[in-house]
């Protein structure tokens, strides 16, 4: 009982997260200001994620 009580908390847990988290990538995206920050930065970021060594 006890484990089945823990697995039910952790996936409450993860859905409140995941919940607020897209709540506040939709607040997000309305910030025009904001939204172009992270774009830039995804911009900027993306160089790194060529793997060009082979």
Known sequence: ????????A???ER???F???AARY????HDADAWGEIEAERAEES???S????
């Open 19 to 21: 919940d607020r988290f």
């Open 1 to 8: 009982m006890t484990e089945l009580l823990d697995e039910a």
């Open 15 to 17: 859905r409140v997260f």
């Open 47 to 49: 160089s790194s994620l």
């Open 51 to 54: 793997d060009d060594s082979a």
């Open 10 to 12: 952790d996936a409450l």
């Open 26 to 29: 939709a607040e997000l995206r």
